[in-house]
């Protein structure tokens, strides 16, 4: 059988490919686990092998990132979906050097931009506040914001001024924009990289993932570099909105095929395995290779913001697997509970298909189904000798 530490009811197909004894493997998935302020579609507790599902944020109508997650082999790709909430961090002033001349083409304070409905770092309608002419070339842009700042995300978005007719050219000179070189100055050692970005007619956005600061928490306000450029001319370019973003995880954990929900609250959460149809991996004898120590089904939403422990879960009812090594192999397997990458069960419904190795003939049918009772429908032979069985009949 197979093991590892994947836990999923699956319904897979395996290939066997004899000259490396290997197999590919397709399995369903559980529930993929819903972060806090995300919703998910669809929302279901079994999902095929295949199956994607999107998450989406209701309360942030400036995220507008697709995110998606994809059963494979029984286990869900793709990261945790990313919404969260804005802080508010006003942008105190902004500065914004020619990299080619060295010269400095803004440099100001601003005004404590907002909206009704997010709280901004920096907004303004007309992109006309704070602008720079020929954008195409390099420049930095220098912002310091006020005060220090615990944030995730960030987003830029860069506009050609209302003032500026909008056209297809225009569009086309936005969309040229590009943003590389994002530093958080007063904390050197985090890292931003570019998370996605989008196109809304006149405006460019841009949004920045952050890594977690490991180093002590800084008390100076937030300063942060960038710089911009495009490919073709650009006459002019007005600074749109800032926002900054700090996520929210925990919310609805994973649940793993035969677990359920015992308890709930904000911070804590009891996920263990159905005593209807499955016992604890750690309490039984079959996998005792895993400490208890290893495994905690108490989650509990911890310090980075994701839930800790898992249950590890095993069929109560399962058919044994018995065949004549020698004579015969697996060749495919349907409806079964993967446990782990080298450890199965066969459940109920689960219909396992043998062949016979060379030299070897098919004395009864190929397949056998697990039944309700855990017992195979039948147990024969499956495989013979052919030089034997010619010797019997003759005698």
Request: aromatic letters at 12%.
């Amino acid at each position: 059988m197979f093991s590892g530490n994947k836990i999923s009811l699956v319904s897979f197909y395996l290939l066997c490919i004899c000259e490396t004894n290997s197999y590919r493997i397709g399995s369903k998935c559980g529930f993929p686990g819903l972060p806090h302020q995300t919703k998910i579609e669809p929302e279901k507790n079994i999902y095929e092998d295949g199956e994607e599902v999107t998450y989406r944020c209701p309360d942030d109508m400036v995220y507008l990132k697709t995110q998606v997650k994809k059963c494979v082999a029984g286990v869900w790709t793709g990261h945790r979906s990313t919404c969260g909430y804005f802080t508010r961090n006003q942008l105190m002033r902004v500065k914004i050097i020619d990299n080619n001349s060295g010269e400095v083409v803004f440099e100001g304070k601003t005004s404590n931009y907002t909206t009704s409905d997010f709280p901004a770092s920096f907004y303004n309608s007309r992109g006309t506040a704070v602008t720079i002419k020929e954008a195409h070339k390099p420049h930095k842009w220098y912002f310091n914001f006020s005060n220090p700042i615990s944030f995730d995300f960030f987003s830029l978005n860069i506009r050609i001024p209302k003032s500026i007719p909008l056209t297809s050219s225009t569009i086309n000179q936005i969309d040229a924009i590009r943003v590389k070189s994002v530093h958080i100055i007063n904390e050197p050692h985090r890292n931003c990289t570019i998370d996605f970005s989008t196109l809304d007619r006149s405006s460019k956005i841009f949004w920045f993932w952050c890594t977690v600061n490991d180093s002590i928490t800084s008390d100076e306000p937030v300063s942060i570099s960038l710089i911009t450029s495009a490919a073709q001319p650009i006459a002019i370019l007005g600074l749109h909105q800032i926002y900054f973003t700090k996520l929210q995880y925990c919310g609805q954990p994973q649940v793993p095929l035969l677990a359920k929900h015992v308890s709930d609250n904000e911070e804590f959460k009891q996920i263990q395995c159905d005593p209807k149809v499955a016992i604890d991996a750690n309490e039984n004898q079959l996998s005792s290779e895993i400490s208890i120590k290893d495994v905690d089904q108490f989650l509990s939403c911890v310090d980075d913001e994701y839930w800790a422990g898992n249950p590890k879960c095993l069929p109560k009812k399962f058919c044994q697997l018995n065949y004549n090594e020698l004579t015969e192999e697996i060749s495919s397997v349907e409806n079964a509970y993967i446990f782990n990458e080298t450890k199965w069960y066969a459940i109920e419904g689960t219909v396992v298909e043998y062949k016979c190795k060379t030299g070897f003939n098919l004395v009864t049918n190929s397949k056998r189904t697990c039944l309700q009772n855990s017992r195979w429908d039948q147990n024969d032979s499956i495989c013979f000798d052919l030089e034997s069985h010619g010797s019997k009949e003759k005698s």
